[in-house]
C-alpha cells in the first residue's frame, strides 16, 4: 500500500517522521512518498495544495498529514483567503472526498489528572465525535463580504447528512450503540432538515441504534459537566468544529488527540493539534497524536485492525514509562517515540 | 418606574416571583404588571408572545423574564415553529430590540467546589459573555426547508457588529479593559467583516481597551482549559448561544447565572436556566439566578447601581448560609428568598 506524507507546518515535520518510524515497523510493506501543503508549500510553489500533491493523491491508499498553519502574527495569515495554509488543509479535505470527521476523545487510565475537569468526570471518558466534514457553511459556494455587508450560508442535503450518519451508526455499531444528534433545530431550517434525516435513516436501517436530539448549546454544556453521557456524538460541520475542539480538552492535553477523516476515496489522518511553530524544530513536540493517527490508518484506511491495536497499546505503555514535557514529563519526541518501537517489538 | 413580568412556563413563575418579592424590598416604587410568554401562553392565548404582552411593553421601563417551554417530550415541541414556546422568546427579544445579551460568569468565593473543573482552575473567574442577540443565522430571513434541501444564512452588517462592540467595549471599560472578539474569519466571510468592523471600532474610538481576536473553536477549548485568561468575551448570536452556555458550567449551577439583554428600549432579565418542569410547583428551584437577574435590571434597566450591588451582596451571604438543593444544601425556594430578604434589611 501507498501512503502520501504531508508533514506541513511547524512541528508537523518531527511528529510525522515518528508516526512514519511506526508506520513502518508494524507494516513494513508500506510506501510512503512526501509531499507539500500549507504554508510551506505556499512558499515553494506558491500554493497552499500544490498541483503535485494534488496529483499525488491518485494511486494514494491513505494520506497521513503533519499540521499546517504558522504563528498568530505570520504573513501567511495575511495573504488572501485561499492562499493560506488552511485553505490548503480545506482543498485536501474535499480533494479527497472526506466528509466524515471522526475524532475519539478517550482519558487514558492512569491520566485523568491531566483533565481541566474533576478526575471523577474525566475517569472512563470515551466519546466519538463524528463531524460532518465537507458541507454546510464551510464550503457552500452563497457567501460574500462586500462592503458593510457579509454572509455565509449553512446548507444541507438529505444525501449529505445520510452519509455521515451512516458513518455514526456504523461506529456506534462497535461501540454503545448510542448516537447524539446535535443540531439547534429550535431555531435553524437546515437543523430540522438534519435532525429528520438522521432519524429516518436510524427507523429504516439502524433499528438496534440507540438515538437522540440534542441542542448544541446544550451539548456544549453537557459534555464538559457530564461527558460520560456521551458515546458516539454526530453533528454538521461548524458545531462539529466547535465540540471537537471542546471535547479534546478532556484528556488534558492536544498531544494525545488523532484523528480520521474518511469518504469514499482514500482516507485522511492527522493529529489534531496545531503546528505549534513556538517549538517546532526542537525535538520536543509530543508525537503521540500522530502516531495514534497512523494507528487510525492503520484500521480504517488500510483494514489491519490488529496492527492498529497493537499501535495503541504501545503508546499507552510509552505514555505511562516516557510521558512528554506537555504531559509533565521528561521525554522528547525521540525518547517517546523510542519507547513506541521498542514496545512494538 | 414600571416593570413587566413575564414568568413564563416550569419553574418559571416561583423564581419570578422570588426576584420580585426582592425588587419590592429594595425599590419599593416599582409597579409590576404581569404578562403571558411562552407556553402557557400558547394554551390560553394561542399565541406564544401574545399581543397583550406586546402591547404592555410600549411603556415599560424594565422586562423581568421567567423561563419558557416544556420537557422534552412535550407537546409544544411538536407544534409548527413559530408557535413553539421559543419562538416567543425570540420575539420578544425582537420586540424590544435587545441586540446585546450580558451573561456575567463568575466563581463565587468559596463556591470552587461545585465547579466541574477543578478547583484552581475555577478559582476566581470572572468573564463577562456579550452575545449579539438580534442578528445572524438566528433572523436572517433567507432560511428554507424544502424536500431535500435546506439552507439558513449567516448575515451581519457594520452597524449590527458596531452596535454590539460597543456595548462590550463599554464593559470592558469597567472592568479589566480586555476584550475578546471571536469569530471564524479563517473560514467565513461574515467573520471577516465582524473582526474588521470590530478591530477598526476599537482602533476609532476604544484605544484604552485591549482587543485580541480568537477563533470560536480555540476558544470553545480554552475557556474550559484556561477560563481566566477572559475578561469581556463578545461575539455573534449563534456562537454566543453556544460560549455562553458552555461558559455557565463553570460556576457547577446554572442556578446562579443571570442575564441581561440591552437595546435601544427597556432591557430584558432572566435567569438562564430552563424551565425544569421535572422540579415545577414544588417549591424546590433556586431562584438565585431570578434574583440576581433582577439585580441586573436594577443596575442596567433602572440606573440604580447601590441597589444593585446590595441584591448582590444579599445573594452572595444567602448561598452562604442557605445553600439551594442544587448546590448540595437543604434551602427550598422560600427559604432561600427569606435569606435574601433578611440580608437585605
Ligand atoms: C484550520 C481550520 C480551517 C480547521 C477547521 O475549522 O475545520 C480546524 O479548526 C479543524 O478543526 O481542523
Ligand atoms: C431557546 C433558544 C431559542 C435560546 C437561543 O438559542 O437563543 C436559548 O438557547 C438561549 O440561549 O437563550
Redesign the pocket.
Same mark, same amino acid.
Given at each position: 500500500p501507498k501512503i502520501i506524507t504531508l508533514p506541513g507546518d511547524g512541528i508537523g515535520p518531527e511528529v510525522t517522521a515518528a508516526a512514519v518510524a511506526v508506520l513502518r515497523e508494524v507494516a513494513p510493506d508500506v510506501i510512503t512518498e512526501e509531499h507539500a501543503i500549507g504554508g510551506g508549500a505556499f512558499d515553494t510553489h506558491g500554493d497552499p495544495f500544490p498541483q503535485r500533491t494534488r496529483d499525488a493523491l491518485q494511486d494514494a491508499d491513505a494520506v497521513l498529514l503533519g499540521t499546517?498553519?504558522g504563528a498568530h502574527d505570520s504573513p501567511w495569515n495575511r495573504l488572501p483567503r485561499h492562499l493560506r495554509?488552511?485553505?490548503g488543509? %480545506?482543498a485536501l479535505?474535499k480533494a479527497l472526498g472526506c466528509y466524515a470527521?471522526l475524532r475519539p476523545v478517550r482519558v487514558q487510565p492512569g491520566l485523568e489528572h491531566l483533565s481541566p475537569l474533576k478526575p471523577e468526570l474525566a475517569r472512563g471518558v470515551d466519546i466519538l465525535i463524528v463531524?460532518e466534514?465537507l458541507g454546510g457553511i464551510?464550503f457552500d459556494g452563497d457567501r460574500r463580504l462586500e462592503g458593510h455587508v457579509a454572509y455565509n450560508t449553512m446548507r444541507y442535503t438529505t444525501p449529505e447528512v445520510e452519509r455521515v450518519a451512516k458513518v455514526a451508526f456504523w461506529a456506534a455499531e462497535q461501540r454503545k450503540g448510542r448516537v447524539t444528534s446535535v443540531d439547534k433545530a429550535n431555531v435553524l431550517e437546515v437543523s430540522e432538515l438534519w435532525r429528520r434525516d438522521v432519524q429516518a435513516l436510524r427507523d429504516r436501517e439502524y433499528r438496534s441504534i440507540h438515538l437522540n436530539h440534542e441542542y448544541v448549546d446544550s451539548v456544549a454544556m453537557l459534555i464538559v459537566a457530564n461527558p460520560s453521557r456521551y458515546d458516539v456524538v454526530v453533528t454538521e460541520? %461548524?458545531f462539529? $468544529?466547535i465540540l471537537? $475542539?471542546l471535547a479534546a480538552v478532556i484528556p488534558g492535553s492536544l498531544g494525545l488527540m488523532p484523528?480520521a477523516s474518511l469518504g469514499d476515496g482514500p482516507g485522511l489522518f492527522?493529529p489534531?493539534h496545531g503546528s505549534a511553530p513556538d517549538i517546532a524544530g526542537q525535538g520536543m513536540a509530543n508525537p503521540a497524536a500522530a502516531i495514534q493517527s497512523a494507528g487510525m490508518l492503520l484500521r480504517h484506511g488500510l483494514g489491519r485492525p490488529d496492527a492498529a491495536n497493537q499501535v495503541d497499546r504501545a503508546v499507552a505503555l510509552a505514555l505511562r514509562q516516557h510521558p512528554t514535557r506537555d504531559l509533565g514529563g521528561q521525554a522528547d519526541t525521540q525518547t517517546f517515540t523510542q519507547a513506541v518501537l521498542r514496545a512494538l517489538e
Amino acid at each position: 500500500p501507498k501512503i502520501i506524507t504531508l508533514p506541513g507546518d511547524g512541528i508537523g515535520p518531527e511528529v510525522t517522521a515518528a508516526a512514519v518510524a511506526v508506520l513502518r515497523e508494524v507494516a513494513p510493506d508500506v510506501i510512503t512518498e512526501e509531499h507539500a501543503i500549507g504554508g510551506g508549500a505556499f512558499d515553494t510553489h506558491g500554493d497552499p495544495f500544490p498541483q503535485r500533491t494534488r496529483d499525488a493523491l491518485q494511486d494514494a491508499d491513505a494520506v497521513l498529514l503533519g499540521t499546517v498553519g504558522g504563528a498568530h502574527d505570520s504573513p501567511w495569515n495575511r495573504l488572501p483567503r485561499h492562499l493560506r495554509p488552511e485553505s490548503g488543509l %480545506l482543498a485536501l479535505r474535499k480533494a479527497l472526498g472526506c466528509y466524515a470527521n471522526l475524532r475519539p476523545v478517550r482519558v487514558q487510565p492512569g491520566l485523568e489528572h491531566l483533565s481541566p475537569l474533576k478526575p471523577e468526570l474525566a475517569r472512563g471518558v470515551d466519546i466519538l465525535i463524528v463531524r460532518e466534514l465537507l458541507g454546510g457553511i464551510y464550503f457552500d459556494g452563497d457567501r460574500r463580504l462586500e462592503g458593510h455587508v457579509a454572509y455565509n450560508t449553512m446548507r444541507y442535503t438529505t444525501p449529505e447528512v445520510e452519509r455521515v450518519a451512516k458513518v455514526a451508526f456504523w461506529a456506534a455499531e462497535q461501540r454503545k450503540g448510542r448516537v447524539t444528534s446535535v443540531d439547534k433545530a429550535n431555531v435553524l431550517e437546515v437543523s430540522e432538515l438534519w435532525r429528520r434525516d438522521v432519524q429516518a435513516l436510524r427507523d429504516r436501517e439502524y433499528r438496534s441504534i440507540h438515538l437522540n436530539h440534542e441542542y448544541v448549546d446544550s451539548v456544549a454544556m453537557l459534555i464538559v459537566a457530564n461527558p460520560s453521557r456521551y458515546d458516539v456524538v454526530v453533528t454538521e460541520n %461548524l458545531f462539529g $468544529d466547535i465540540l471537537s $475542539d471542546l471535547a479534546a480538552v478532556i484528556p488534558g492535553s492536544l498531544g494525545l488527540m488523532p484523528s480520521a477523516s474518511l469518504g469514499d476515496g482514500p482516507g485522511l489522518f492527522e493529529p489534531i493539534h496545531g503546528s505549534a511553530p513556538d517549538i517546532a524544530g526542537q525535538g520536543m513536540a509530543n508525537p503521540a497524536a500522530a502516531i495514534q493517527s497512523a494507528g487510525m490508518l492503520l484500521r480504517h484506511g488500510l483494514g489491519r485492525p490488529d496492527a492498529a491495536n497493537q499501535v495503541d497499546r504501545a503508546v499507552a505503555l510509552a505514555l505511562r514509562q516516557h510521558p512528554t514535557r506537555d504531559l509533565g514529563g521528561q521525554a522528547d519526541t525521540q525518547t517517546f517515540t523510542q519507547a513506541v518501537l521498542r514496545a512494538l517489538e
